[in-house]
């Protein structure tokens, strides 16, 4: 069975640092691209970052663009999400999603974590 | 950036009724358009990927079709689990973005 796990989500104060995991098991995690998409509370989804399966390649939204930092380690199946600089508007639930298909940059958001969640407050 | 734009916000619809929702891209995105189900307090799923192939555990009463700017999901007769949020979302152009969300409860 597919799994991600996220962990790493906590109460940070504006202008601090957080990194996200998120634990892969169940397929052959380095022949996919992963990403992240997060959802602020009672809003819609918002698509973060990816990153290929080689770690060649990487995406970022224009709202976290020098802010945050995508990276795998595909020896430990895990994906990761260094944010830094977070604001309240980074206040979220972080999804690390697995693509589609294998070998390919980006063809679908087939299986989601169950999430875990960023608070940015003082 | 691609904006889509679903309709209507909310739909109220009767189980074992038939349910359309519709997805209106600002520009083409060709077939490149997925839907996803989200229920409260729980993670997106996927349904369908590029505009009409469900994706795998898809019950049969859930399609997808459309190319270009206009999509349509139609859910032909609906069961009480099918209630939840709806998003569409494109991938054609970066950045991915999702529509805003339908909402699909019971009437």
């Known amino acids: 069975e597919v799994q991600l796990v996220e962990s790493g989500g906590d109460l940070v104060q504006p202008g601090g640092s957080l990194r996200l995991s998120c634990a892969a098991s169940?397929?052959?995690?380095?022949?996919?691209?992963m990403h992240w998409v997060r959802q602020a509370p009672g809003k819609g989804l918002e698509y973060v970052s990816a990153?290929?399966?080689?770690?060649?390649?990487?995406f970022y939204a224009d709202s976290v663009k020098g802010r945050f930092i995508i990276s795998r380690d595909n020896s430990k199946n895990t994906l990761y999400l260094q944010m830094s600089s977070l604001r309240p508007e980074d206040k979220a639930v972080y999804y690390c999603?697995?693509?589609?298909?294998?070998?390919?940059?980006?063809?679908?958001?087939?299986?989601w974590g169950q999430g875990t969640t960023v608070t940015v407050s003082s | 950036e691609i904006v889509l734009t679903q309709s209507p916000a909310t739909l109220s619809v009767s189980p074992g009724e038939r349910a359309t929702l519709s997805c209106r891209a600002s520009?083409?995105?060709?077939?490149?358009l997925a839907w996803y189900q989200q229920k409260p307090g729980q993670a997106p799923r996927l349904l369908i990927y590029?505009?009409?192939n469900r994706a795998t555990g898809i019950p049969a009463r859930f399609s997808g079709s459309g190319s270009g700017t206009d999509f349509t999901l139609t859910i032909s007769s609906l069961e009480p689990e099918d209630f939840a949020v709806y998003y569409c979302?494109?991938?054609?152009?970066?950045?991915?973005?999702f529509g805003q969300g339908t909402r699909l409860e019971i009437k």
């Open positions: 999603v697995k693509d589609l298909f294998s070998r390919s940059w980006v063809s679908g958001l087939d299986v």
């Open positions: 169940g397929f052959t995690f380095s022949d996919f691209t």
């Open positions: 990153m290929s399966r080689d770690g060649g390649s990487t």
């Open positions: 520009q083409s995105v060709t077939s490149y």
């Open positions: 590029d505009a009409s």
């Open positions: 979302q494109q991938r054609s152009n970066w950045p991915i973005t």
